[in-house]
């Protein structure tokens, strides 16, 4: 991880030690003390509810170096470093320590396929290059630096999410990371309750070019007109991927699912004049997308087409983005709880209507952050789930009801997460196949343990 002195983490956030040898050595950050392994700084954030002052013994108990702190604390063992505020100390310390590690950063953006991208991209620059990657969702104003500053020494390429819910945030997470390449995946209608419009998400998202080296490159969907837009006008170099477009460089064709029902799929990657077969062992051919973006970052970085295919074909889904559980009850059950979108939606459903089933069940609960039009988007995302033969649809959340009612006859609305994984546990069959998907403020993921035999129901025994 990165490795530095209390002394020189100090200086870095201007703080002061209040406590401890300033020669102890600090390796890797945390913010959650029950995550310290031992050698980490922890940053202590003040909270109305949560103050994370109370935690910092706990912290150095469990083999923490230091924590950085903004109040006077008294400790037995560990070093203390005092500032006014932790929330910036936390981004000082991480833009001091990218000044030492990794070597080189791409950062990933996008309304969907962020995570599932990096995934990609962490296994084809693996194949070559030490990598590190940004685990589960780390991506906003506390997990990116916070990854930043466990980044192991001697990365040569860190693969960074980016995320953002309000303008100005990515402008400051790109000013951390300082990307040397810029991923732009889609720009889609989310966060509209905060931008308004999709141009104006579009111009948010954008703002990941903000720290971009002066000789990096951004790898920008060519089918996707806002990624368009905002791509051209920066002046950097740009490779272009997609689909559908004449102009890509990097491009994905001849699009089919696995035959026989089984899991992914599989296409032509095309790039500088040749092209080699891809077998994609994610499900759902919208990840198709997603597998291109990363391999057009990873061919400009030097990788042959040949060398992207071996590493895609070992692949795995991140968790709750399109896992596929067959169950031993007979029903196929695919996890995409993690979030939601109206595009994505569509497209999580299209893929579970590919498998053959007795029976299609869609458990879909509410989509967050849509504003005014999400009444609109909801009673779509319904007529379509009906339009492609699932039955019932169940609606989860408030919201939701827009989208039973859309859905027609026979649709369940269910007010919660809980009385979701209530009904799931009673009605699912052998036969079924079941697509779980909502914005992560939902929960769904307890419907999906439930379904596994992971979460007990009220009378103590697994579904």
Request: with cysteine; hydrophobic share 45%; net charge negative.
């Amino acid at each position: 991880m990165a490795r530095f002195t209390v002394e020189e983490a100090a200086k870095a956030v201007g703080g002061r030690i209040a406590a401890g040898d300033p020669r102890a050595v600090i390796d890797g950050a945390a913010i959650d003390s029950r995550k310290v392994q031992g050698g980490e700084v922890f940053f202590a954030f003040g909270g109305a509810h949560t103050d994370g002052h109370r935690f910092v013994p706990d912290a150095l108990a469990r083999g923490a170096a230091a924590a950085v702190v903004q109040e006077d604390l008294s400790v037995s063992s560990g070093a203390l470093i005092r500032v006014d505020d932790t929330f910036q100390a936390l981004h000082d310390l991480a833009r001091f320590a990218r000044t030492r590690t990794p070597e080189k950063l791409v950062g990933i953006t996008g309304s969907a396929g962020k995570t599932t991208t990096k995934e990609l991209l962490a296994a084809l620059l693996a194949s070559r290059f030490r990598a590190h990657w940004t685990p589960g969702n780390l991506n906003n104003l506390y997990g990116f630096p916070l990854s930043l500053l466990n980044v192991p020494d001697g990365t040569q390429w860190m693969v960074a999410e980016m995320g953002m819910s309000t303008p100005g945030e990515l402008h400051q997470l790109s000013l951390l990371g300082r990307p040397d390449a810029a991923v732009f995946t889609v720009v889609r209608p989310v966060h509209l309750e905060f931008f308004g419009t999709i141009q104006a998400i579009a111009e948010a998202k954008s703002e990941i070019l903000a720290g971009l080296a002066p000789d990096g490159f951004i790898v920008a969907n060519a089918d996707d007109p806002e990624v368009t837009r905002i791509s051209k006008r920066h002046g950097a170099r740009v490779v272009w991927y997609g689909l559908g477009a004449e102009h890509a460089e990097v491009r994905g064709r001849h699009i089919v699912p696995e035959p026989d029902g089984a899991v992914g799929s599989r296409f032509e990657l095309a790039a500088g004049g040749k092209s080699v077969q891809v077998r994609l062992p994610l499900h759902g051919l919208y990840n198709v997308e997603n597998c291109v973006a990363a391999a057009a970052c990873a061919w400009a970085l030097g990788l042959s087409l040949e060398e992207i295919a071996a590493a895609v074909a070992g692949v795995k889904p991140a968790a709750m983005r399109g896992v596929v559980h067959r169950a031993e009850a007979g029903f196929l059950l695919i996890d995409d709880s993690y979030n939601s979108n109206p595009d994505a939606v569509g497209k999580a459903l299209e893929s579970a209507a590919a498998f053959p089933a007795e029976r299609r069940v869609a458990i879909l609960g509410d989509m967050l952050e849509l504003g005014p039009e999400g009444p609109r988007f909801h009673r779509e995302a319904g007529e379509r789930a009906a339009e492609l033969g699932f039955s019932p649809v169940v609606g989860v959340g408030e919201l939701s009801r827009d989208l039973v009612a859309g859905a027609g006859p026979g649709a369940v609305w269910l007010p919660d997460a809980a009385a979701a994984a209530d009904w799931a546990a009673s009605e699912i069959r052998g036969g079924d196949v079941v697509l779980v998907k909502g914005s992560r403020g939902v929960k769904l993921d307890q419907v999906v343990r439930r379904l596994l035999g992971r979460l007990p129901g009220e009378n103590g025994e697994g579904a």
